[in-house]
């Protein structure tokens, strides 16, 4: 049974940072392409980026250079640096893993973690 936990998301002030983790069970980080969305209230789940099961990263248009994705395959481990966070970043943020090298959707995410909360007050 695939599981993906979350963690480390809270409240922050727009300006900071915030360090998501994933880990996970049943299933091989550094086989798949792993990902992170995002969902704000009222609104459709957004990508934000991922990495490849080979290396290569893939981000939002938002993140403008603010967010970096890496993966610690020994922890089997995937982390979310945010920078320079705005109140807009504001949503619930998931973790997911895909077969799909290239995936940017959240249909292309067969696993799915349970989310992690990020608020960002102005």
């Known amino acids: 049974q695939v599981q993906l936990a979350e963690s480390g998301g809270g409240l922050v002030q727009a300006g900071g940072s915030l360090r998501l983790s994933c880990g996970g069970s049943?299933?091989?980080?550094?086989?798949?392409?792993m990902g992170w969305f995002r969902q704000a209230p009222g609104k459709e789940r957004e990508f934000v980026a991922h990495?490849?099961?080979?290396?290569?990263?893939d981000y939002g248009d938002f993140v403008k250079g603010r967010f970096t994705i890496s993966r610690d395959s020994a922890k089997n481990t995937v982390y979310l640096q945010m920078n320079s966070l705005k109140p807009e970043d504001t949503a619930v943020y998931y973790c997911?893993?895909?077969?799909?090298?290239?995936?940017?959707?959240?249909?292309?995410?067969?696993?799915w973690g349970q989310g992690t909360q990020v608020t960002v007050s102005s």
């Open positions: 997911a893993a895909s077969t799909s090298r290239l995936a940017r959707t959240a249909r292309e995410y067969q696993y």
């Open positions: 049943g299933v091989t980080f550094s086989d798949r392409t």
């Open positions: 990495i490849s099961w080979n290396g290569p990263t």
